[in-house]
């Protein structure tokens, strides 16, 4: 499907959303494991491995999912986002109709 101007700019608007999410959700688990060490004086080389791993692994994963897309994978991208939940169907709304209907056939989402 050829996207258009507006459906572009709405699909690299909501990419920088979910990106600017889920950077929050790793910091947040990352300060999880921070407090849970400060609080129970867990062992500084199990937290230091505990965090390590999980930043390498959210790494990839915000790797995977947002390096280098171009507009022939931006309404995959955002099928992703919603299919895990980072993005509401609301946020949908300023798509056209038959892009929301791709996003929405390609995450198995029926429109309400």
């Known amino acids: ?3 258009s101007k507006k459906d572009k700019k709405t699909c690299r608007e909501l990419i920088e959303t979910g990106l600017q999410r889920e950077f929050t959700t790793g910091l947040e688990k990352a300060e999880s494991i921070l407090c849970n060490w400060k609080a129970k ?3 500084v080389k199990e937290t230091y ?5 999980m930043i390498r692994k959210f790494d990839n994963h915000i790797g995977r999912r947002y390096n280098g897309i171009t507009g022939s994978h931006y309404l995959s991208c955002v099928a992703g986002l919603v299919i895990d ?3 509401t169907l609301e946020e949908l709304s300023p798509f056209s109709d038959e892009a929301r209907a791709t996003i929405l056939s390609m995450s ?3 429109w309400l």
């Open 1 to 3: 499907m050829e996207l």
């Open 41 to 43: 004086n867990k062992d």
């Open 49 to 53: 491995h505990a965090l390590y791993s």
């Open 85 to 87: 939940q980072i993005i």
């Open 108 to 110: 198995s989402i029926k």
